[in-house]
């Protein structure tokens, strides 16, 4: 069964930096572009970051660009979502997820094939 596990979620206040981490297994790892959402409570969820199956893209919502940053560990089969400059309105649960398609497309939800289980990211004023 593939699955994608995420962790690193947790408290920090106004200003601080967390690591995300999601572990995916090999085979889905290597062939799908990965990505984060995040999904507030009593919003949609939303898009916000992506990584091509190479990480050599990414692909951001303008919303986090120059705060997060995507990447991924081949040897680890892990992406990450670093945050940093961490704000009020970044709480949210953070899902991990995956889907065989081009990067752009990563951002609609109905094309996203695997999901993680969510971790959550408080962000203290």
């Known amino acids: 069964q593939v699955q994608l596990v995420e962790s690193g979620g947790g408290l920090v206040q106004a200003g601080g930096s967390l690591r995300l981490s999601c572990a995916a297994s090999?085979?889905?790892?290597?062939?799908?572009?990965m990505g984060w959402f995040r999904q507030a409570p009593g919003k949609e969820r939303e898009f916000v970051a992506a990584i091509s199956w190479s990480g050599a893209s990414t692909y951001y919502a303008d919303s986090v660009k120059g705060r997060l940053t995507i990447s991924r560990d081949t040897l680890k089969n892990t992406v990450y979502l670093e945050m940093n400059s961490l704000k009020p309105e970044d709480t949210a649960v953070y899902y991990c997820?995956?889907?065989?398609?081009?990067?752009?497309?990563?951002?609609?939800?109905?094309?996203?094939?695997?999901w993680g289980q969510g971790t959550q990211v408080t962000v203290s004023s």
């Open positions: 090999g085979r889905i790892f290597s062939t799908y572009a």
């Open positions: 997820a995956a889907a065989d398609t081009v990067l752009q497309a990563m951002r609609i939800i109905s094309a996203i094939q695997r």
